[in-house]
């Protein structure tokens, strides 16, 4: 369980957050989005431990991260946006290292780092870090994160910079930890992602909560549900309607905001002589929310 209260962080007169509240309880996937400079960085860094607030409270697991926050460490993995590897170590050796950091005995470290290559698809070979793909180095990062089998996960941009299929599959990885009981805190410019594997979304602008929920509460906030119709019409030259719409690649566009402006709409269309293809519903994305919000 997470609590956070107030969170204020100052650097100098900057403030990077300025009274962040919210909850998370165990086994669920928190995203966390906005703008860059909105606070996002500062935010993860808070909760792992990395840097202390100006103010506010930060309770995990029953832990003041802010005055404790090294009791924090065993429960804890954290993946950073850019993971400095150890180049000239091997993925074994490497892994080995933090888990033995960790006091784990060594069946315990082998055992874990079997299971974890397997979990992500990773065939080092005996090769060294500096080696590997970008892509391979990440699943590294992520298993280095889990050697210690943390409850809590804290990652800044788990999928940076990775092709849409290593992307994808780090993105699986991520949603089956919450089937294993494990908490996940991370942020992602692809928001798409965020919209597939979060529960719960904190959207930050200048250091504030500007929205939190889940994804069915964030679309009651910022709009519901549109139609979008898109139709053909026989002569466009002669085509005339009060209805408003646009053209889009060739294809006819109107929008309507409710059923009974659609059910008017496509009415009106008819008679006008216009034939219907089809008629899509449409939710307000992570992205278009971030666009009416600004910077």
Not at 36 to 43: E, S
Not at 185 to 191: G, Q, R
Not at 207 to 229: C, H, N, W
């Amino acid at each position: 369980m997470i609590t956070a209260r107030s969170l204020v962080k100052h650097y100098g007169d900057f403030p990077a957050l300025d009274g962040v509240t919210f909850d998370l309880d165990d086994a669920r996937i928190l995203g966390v989005i906005g703008h860059n400079g909105a606070g996002k960085t500062t935010l993860l860094k808070i909760m792992a431990g990395l840097t202390a607030p100006t103010a506010g409270s930060l309770v995990i697991d029953g832990i003041d991260v802010v005055a404790r926050p090294l009791d924090l460490k065993q429960n804890l993995g954290y993946l950073p946006e850019e993971s400095r590897l150890y180049e000239t170590m091997t993925v074994d050796g490497y892994l080995a290292f933090f888990g033995e950091i960790y006091g784990m005995s060594r069946a315990a470290i082998r055992t874990r780092r079997d299971d974890l290559l397997a979990g992500l698809a990773l065939e080092p070979d005996g090769k060294k870090i500096g080696e590997l793909s970008k892509g391979m180095k990440r699943k590294v990062a992520i298993a280095r994160s889990l050697m210690h089998d943390p409850g809590l996960l804290v990652y800044d941009e788990p999928t940076s910079g990775l092709d849409p299929m290593t992307s994808r599959s780090v993105l699986d990885y991520v949603k089956g930890l919450r089937e294993g009981g494990k908490t996940v805190i991370f942020s992602a410019h692809n928001l798409f992602q965020v919209e597939e594997a979060c529960d719960l979304v904190l959207i930050l602008r200048r250091g504030r909560v500007v929205a939190k929920g889940t994804m069915p509460e964030l679309r009651e906030i910022f709009g519901s549900i549109t139609y979008q119709i898109s139709f053909r019409i026989p002569d466009p030259a002669a085509f005339t309607t009060s209805v408003e719409y646009s053209v889009r690649d060739g294809r006819y566009l109107a929008e309507a905001c409710s059923v009974e402006e659609l059910n008017r709409t496509t009415a009106t269309l008819a008679a006008d002589g216009a034939g219907i293809d089809r008629i899509e519903s449409h939710y307000p994305t992570l992205e278009e929310m971030l666009l009416k919000i600004g910077r």
